[in-house]
C-alpha cells in the first residue's frame, strides 16, 4: 500500500541555517504530495503542496520539489527562524490521504 | 471567516462515559474527517463523510461513531469500549475527496480519560 516516510526528530538548528527535511513515498498512483506544520497546541495547517512531477511548491521561504524519479518531496528552507519551530508532516494523497509521522524542528536563536 | 471550530479545546472524562467531541465548518467543504494524533505516530483517520448522510470508517473506526446529519457538522463521539482514548482529536474538511484537494484542519480537541 501507499506510505510516507520521514526523517525522524527532533531536528536542532540554529537561525539562519539551512533545513531540509526529507520526506520519501511509495504510491500505486500519480498521488498529490503535500507539507503541513503544527505549531505547538494546534491543528496542522498546509505550507505547500504539489500536484505532478517536477512541479515545485513553496510558500514562506519553504520549497519542495515532486521528484518522480527518486520519489521524493524533501522539504528545504535557505535560512530558518526560531519561529518556524514545529512538526512539519509530509504526507501524499491518492484515493486518500497518508502522512507521515512528523518531524520536530527546534530553531535555537 | 472560514474556517474549521472543534470544541472543547481540552476534555476530561472517566473511564467507561461516552463524550462528543464537536466540529463544524463554514466552508462549505462537502468531505469531512476525523483523525486521532499520539506521539511519535503521526495522524490515523477514524471516520470520513464525503456528504450529508453518509460516512466511512477510516484505518482505526473501532470504539468510535459520528454522524453526518448537516453538512457543516460532523460530530465524533468516543464511547466506553475505545480502550485508549486519551490523544489529540483533530477535525478536517476539503472540496471533495479529490485526490488534488486540499485538507483543511481545526484546532483540534485534546481527550484525556481519568
Known amino acids: 500500500g501507499d506510505s510516507v516516510t520521514q526523517m525522524e526528530g527532533p531536528v536542532t538548528l540554529s537561525e539562519e541555517a539551512f533545513l531540509t527535511i526529507n520526506c520519501t513515498y511509495t504510491?500505486?498512483?500519480?498521488?498529490?504530495l503535500f507539507w503541513y506544520v503544527q505549531y505547538p497546541g494546534e491543528g496542522l495547517q498546509l505550507l505547500l503542496k504539489?500536484?505532478?512531477?517536477?512541479d515545485k511548491g513553496s510558500n514562506k521561504g519553504f520549497e519542495a520539489t515532486y521528484r518522480k524519479e527518486t520519489t521524493s518531496f524533501h522539504l528545504e528552507k535557505g535560512s530558518v527562524q526560531v519561529s518556524d519551530s514545529a512538526v512539519y508532516f509530509c504526507?501524499?494523497?491518492?484515493?486518500?490521504?497518508?502522512f507521515g509521522k512528523g518531524t520536530r524542528l527546534h530553531i535555537l536563536p | 471567516d472560514g474556517g474549521i471550530t472543534q470544541s472543547p479545546k481540552y476534555l476530561f472524562r472517566k473511564e467507561g462515559q461516552n463524550v462528543t467531541l464537536s466540529c463544524e465548518q463554514n466552508?462549505?467543504?462537502?468531505?469531512m474527517y476525523w483523525y486521532r494524533q499520539d506521539p511519535g505516530q503521526g495522524l490515523r483517520l477514524i471516520y470520513y463523510?464525503?456528504?450529508?448522510?453518509?460516512?466511512q470508517k477510516g484505518d482505526i473506526a473501532e470504539g468510535y461513531s459520528v454522524s453526518r446529519e448537516k453538512k457543516e457538522s460532523f460530530p465524533l463521539t468516543v464511547t466506553s469500549a475505545q480502550k485508549n482514548p486519551t490523544a489529540f482529536y483533530l477535525c478536517?474538511?476539503?472540496?471533495?475527496?479529490?485526490?488534488?484537494?486540499?485538507?483543511?484542519f481545526g484546532p483540534g480537541t485534546r481527550l484525556t480519560v481519568l
Open positions: 504510491a500505486t498512483g500519480y498521488p498529490s
Open positions: 504539489a500536484t505532478k512531477a517536477d
Open positions: 466552508l462549505n467543504h462537502d468531505a
Open positions: 504526507a501524499l494523497r491518492d484515493d486518500k490521504i497518508i
Open positions: 478536517a474538511s476539503s472540496v471533495s475527496q479529490a485526490g488534488t484537494d486540499t485538507q483543511y
Open positions: 463523510s464525503q456528504i450529508v448522510n453518509d460516512f
